[in-house]
């Protein structure tokens, strides 16, 4: 069997190389509208409110003729009785006994709990459109919460541009949910996201009218003109590059120049962001400004409030030079980042992402590398996160647990006698699978409440906030390390370079990325995406018996579980050599490549899902066998692995 299987898989591989050479050379198309947001705003420092214009420049590249236009309207959610106060209310309801955590536990976010219901007329955010015209022509809409409906004068037609102009202000909402004002834990005064009125996506599956209840963002790329007005003590950061850096200083300007700054008691920040799909600002007075530029020009911004404290500017600056550092390691894994300068900016209440920067509550690195990998799965990527929020979330954290372990060995490397980087890298090599296992205990913990939903659950209409965080960020999480199980790493590594360069800057959802994978790979992967992102079937197989027959080791393996994979089963004999055994899913139609050239490998017939056991030989006697085991990496998320080895002991 082993050398019938051998020739069969060198055929096989050369087959695989040129169906991936003529595939890639496809860009697959998808339109895109396209937006340019010209907006000039002036924010009242004492009042917490701005006034502001927005020309909107609009163009409908769908092949549909548009009626209508929506807006979202976000910060009208920080209203007592919205409908992201009573969801957060009604959330509060469902406590668990035991936790996810282990202890009583309510489901609503401890950011938001009932504080919006408490808010009082000064503390409330607000966005008032005060006018809207298209092309000159006043508009009639309605607003309703954090949406606004436009029906249009004159249909905007396939492949045309129009104007919107509109005259708006607003109200900064005390600091609940990632935007606002004076968080009581950072102390930042202006956390500024969600703070204009944003034209909703209209995609191949029409408009995206979302309400803000809970999460999510999609929005259409475009190219950003942002011009902030406001007193000038404040600092300012967040998207885009600032166009007048030698009126500002403050660390923007170029080393070496002079800095001239207007009279008068404000200052007028210019920035412009190209190719975003959204425009995020913070400003504090107390910002501190860090700068690193890297050698090819571009340039790592942190700001962070200082709070004159030694420690804290170590870890802001630890931050700083971490992000230098692993910059690289990035952009061979996941895809160049095409922007010349990210920021790191203290706000918001936790770590939220946005184009070319992030806010986060604090310098811990885990946040801030997750952060900075949204820029790929979700700036790039831009999945429409309602929809596929595993595809942002998810792969995001497997990015993230990848570079934040680059950034251990890396450090180690740098710093070989750091006792506690070695403890912290030893530490990582026990915990299995490598670097994702943390998601994959996540996830055994969700099934085993019986509170799981399918993947392709709306981001806000998961049942409670635990199985969306579950779901989405360890359940995606493991999407991808378990692809590798499947298709092998190192193909996994291409699929996801592969995806960037086909993908990037086009909303893809997930048939596009298993389309990728497919092709890449060589393997039928829908079944994988079939089961693992739209039910909440599980995996479990079993070791059911051995024995021997005419010298040879017969082993039979069981399938308990509800969802099929590919098995990998690895021997120890005691001579303390190894085999694996590798038995493909017959949903795959082929292989995967050999991972590990130091263990031989034998290949079997597939494994059809119909049939509950699989028995397969091994040339060796029983007697020789020591472990049997089914994916020591434990890359397969197995709900029961009591079953997955045996030790003999003869
Ligand atoms: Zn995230």
């Given at each position: 069997?082993?050398?019938?299987?051998?020739?069969?898989?060198?055929?096989?591989?050369?087959?695989?190389?040129?169906?991936?050479?003529?595939?890639?050379?496809?860009?697959?198309?998808?339109?895109?509208?396209?937006?340019?947001?010209?907006?000039?705003?002036?924010?009242?420092?004492?009042?917490?409110?701005?006034?502001?214009?927005?020309?909107?420049?609009?163009?409908?590249?769908?092949?549909?003729?548009?009626?209508?236009?929506?807006?979202?309207?976000?910060?009208?959610?920080?209203?007592?009785?919205?409908?992201?106060?009573?969801?957060?209310?009604?959330?509060?309801?469902?406590?668990?006994?035991?936790?996810?955590?282990?202890?009583?536990?309510?489901?609503?976010?401890?950011?938001?709990?009932?504080?919006?219901?408490?808010?009082?007329?000064?503390?409330?955010?607000?966005?008032?459109?005060?006018?809207?015209?298209?092309?000159?022509?006043?508009?009639?809409?309605?607003?309703?919460?954090?949406?606004?409906?436009?029906?249009?004068?004159?249909?905007?037609?396939?492949?045309?541009?129009?104007?919107?102009?509109?005259?708006?202000?607003?109200?900064?909402?005390?600091?609940?949910?990632?935007?606002?004002?004076?968080?009581?834990?950072?102390?930042?005064?202006?956390?500024?996201?969600?703070?204009?009125?944003?034209?909703?996506?209209?995609?191949?599956?029409?408009?995206?009218?979302?309400?803000?209840?809970?999460?999510?963002?999609?929005?259409?790329?475009?190219?950003?003109?942002?011009?902030?007005?406001?007193?000038?003590?404040?600092?300012?950061?967040?998207?885009?590059?600032?166009?007048?850096?030698?009126?500002?200083?403050?660390?923007?300007?170029?080393?070496?120049?002079?800095?001239?700054?207007?009279?008068?008691?404000?200052?007028?920040?210019?920035?412009?962001?190209?190719?975003?799909?959204?425009?995020?600002?913070?400003?504090?007075?107390?910002?501190?400004?860090?700068?690193r530029r890297l050698p090819d020009?571009r340039?790592i911004?942190v700001?962070?409030?200082?709070?004159?404290?030694?420690?804290?500017?170590t870890l802001w600056n630890n931050l700083a030079d971490a992000a230098v550092m692993v910059l690289p390691y990035i952009e061979k894994t996941f895809g160049p980042y095409?922007?010349?300068?990210y920021?790191f900016?203290?706000?918001?209440?936790?770590?939220?992402?946005?184009?070319?920067?992030?806010?986060?509550?604090?310098p811990g690195l885990g946040t801030a590398f997750h952060e900075w990998m949204?820029s790929w799965?979700?700036?790039?990527?831009?999945?429409?996160?309602?929809?596929?929020?595993?595809?942002?979330?998810?792969?995001?954290s497997y990015a993230a647990a990848l570079v934040q372990s680059y950034y251990y060995q890396e450090s180690l490397r740098r710093h070989p006698d750091n006792a506690g980087l070695k403890q912290v890298v030893e530490k990582e090599k026990q915990q299995?699978?490598l670097n994702h296992f943390?998601?994959?205990?996540?996830?055994?913990?969700?099934?085993?409440?019986?509170?799981?939903?399918?993947?392709?659950?709306?981001?806000?209409?998961?049942?409670?906030?635990?199985?969306?965080?579950?779901?989405?960020?360890?359940?995606?999480?493991?999407?991808?390390?378990?692809?590798?199980?499947?298709?092998?790493a190192?193909?996994?590594d291409?699929?996801l370079?592969?995806?960037?360069?086909?993908?990037?800057?086009?909303?893809?959802?997930?048939?596009?990325?298993?389309?990728?994978?497919?092709?890449?790979?060589?393997?039928?992967?829908?079944?994988?995406?079939?089961?693992?992102?739209?039910?909440?079937?599980?995996?479990?197989?079993?070791?059911?018996?051995?024995?021997?027959?005419?010298?040879?080791?017969?082993?039979?393996?069981?399938?308990?579980?509800?969802?099929?994979?590919?098995?990998?089963?690895?021997?120890?004999?005691?001579?303390?050599?190894?085999?694996?055994?590798?038995?493909?899913?017959?949903?795959?139609?082929?292989?995967?490549?050999?991972?590990?050239?130091?263990?031989?490998?034998?290949?079997?017939?597939?494994?059809?899902?119909?049939?509950?056991?699989?028995?397969?030989?091994?040339?060796?006697?029983?007697?020789?066998?020591?472990?049997?085991?089914?994916?020591?990496?434990?890359?397969?998320?197995?709900?029961?692995?009591?079953?997955?080895?045996?030790?003999?002991?003869?």
């Amino acid at each position: 069997m082993t050398d019938m299987n051998v020739s069969k898989k060198g055929v096989f591989l050369i087959a695989t190389a040129l169906m991936v050479q003529l595939s890639v050379s496809a860009q697959p198309d998808r339109w895109q509208q396209r937006v340019k947001y010209t907006m000039n705003v002036s924010m009242d420092v004492h009042t917490n409110r701005f006034t502001g214009s927005q020309t909107l420049a609009y163009t409908n590249n769908s092949p549909d003729t548009l009626y209508k236009v929506f807006y979202h309207l976000y910060w009208n959610a920080f209203q007592p009785n919205s409908m992201m106060d009573a969801r957060s209310r009604e959330l509060g309801k469902i406590v668990y006994s035991t936790g996810r955590r282990g202890r009583e536990e309510s489901d609503w976010d401890q950011r938001v709990k009932d504080r919006i219901l408490h808010l009082g007329p000064d503390e409330i955010g607000y966005q008032k459109v005060l006018s809207l015209t298209m092309n000159g022509v006043s508009q009639t809409y309605k607003v309703d919460e954090t949406i606004l409906e436009v029906k249009l004068s004159r249909p905007i037609l396939p492949r045309s541009t129009v104007l919107f102009q509109m005259q708006f202000e607003a109200q900064v909402p005390l600091q609940i949910r990632r935007s606002g004002r004076d968080n009581p834990q950072t102390g930042v005064r202006y956390s500024m996201s969600q703070w204009y009125p944003k034209m909703c996506e209209y995609d191949y599956e029409g408009w995206h009218p979302t309400p803000y209840v809970a999460r999510e963002f999609y929005g259409v790329w475009g190219d950003y003109d942002v011009t902030i007005h406001i007193d000038k003590t404040y600092l300012l950061g967040g998207t885009g590059y600032l166009q007048n850096a030698a009126q500002i200083g403050y660390g923007y300007e170029t080393p070496g120049t002079k800095v001239e700054r207007p009279a008068g008691d404000e200052l007028l920040w210019h920035f412009i962001a190209p190719n975003v799909h959204d425009f995020m600002w913070a400003a504090d007075p107390d910002f501190r400004h860090l700068v690193r530029r890297l050698p090819d020009g571009r340039v790592i911004n942190v700001l962070y409030k200082d709070k004159h404290d030694l420690h804290q500017d170590t870890l802001w600056n630890n931050l700083a030079d971490a992000a230098v550092m692993v910059l690289p390691y990035i952009e061979k894994t996941f895809g160049p980042y095409p922007y010349k300068q990210y920021s790191f900016v203290h706000g918001g209440d936790g770590g939220m992402e946005y184009p070319m920067s992030t806010l986060i509550n604090n310098p811990g690195l885990g946040t801030a590398f997750h952060e900075w990998m949204h820029s790929w799965y979700q700036g790039m990527m831009g999945t429409n996160e309602s929809m596929y929020a595993w595809m942002d979330e998810g792969f995001t954290s497997y990015a993230a647990a990848l570079v934040q372990s680059y950034y251990y060995q890396e450090s180690l490397r740098r710093h070989p006698d750091n006792a506690g980087l070695k403890q912290v890298v030893e530490k990582e090599k026990q915990q299995l699978p490598l670097n994702h296992f943390g998601a994959y205990s996540s996830y055994f913990n969700l099934v085993k409440s019986g509170l799981e939903e399918p993947l392709t659950t709306h981001a806000d209409h998961f049942n409670t906030n635990y199985a969306y965080s579950i779901a989405s960020y360890s359940k995606g999480e493991m999407f991808l390390e378990q692809l590798g199980y499947i298709a092998g790493a190192q193909t996994r590594d291409r699929i996801l370079l592969e995806y960037y360069r086909l993908w990037r800057f086009k909303h893809p959802n997930a048939s596009d990325f298993v389309r990728v994978a497919e092709k890449v790979s060589g393997l039928k992967l829908d079944w994988y995406k079939e089961y693992w992102v739209s039910t909440t079937k599980t995996i479990d197989y079993g070791i059911d018996s051995l024995w021997e027959e005419n010298g040879k080791t017969e082993i039979r393996l069981k399938m308990s579980g509800t969802m099929p994979m590919p098995v990998d089963v690895v021997v120890l004999y005691k001579d303390g050599s190894k085999e694996m055994a590798y038995i493909p899913q017959y949903l795959m139609f082929g292989e995967k490549p050999v991972e590990d050239p130091s263990i031989p490998r034998t290949v079997f017939e597939p494994w059809k899902w119909t049939h509950p056991t699989y028995t397969f030989e091994l040339n060796h006697r029983l007697t020789d066998v020591k472990i049997v085991e089914i994916d020591p990496t434990q890359r397969m998320a197995d709900v029961d692995r009591k079953n997955n080895k045996l030790e003999l002991n003869w």
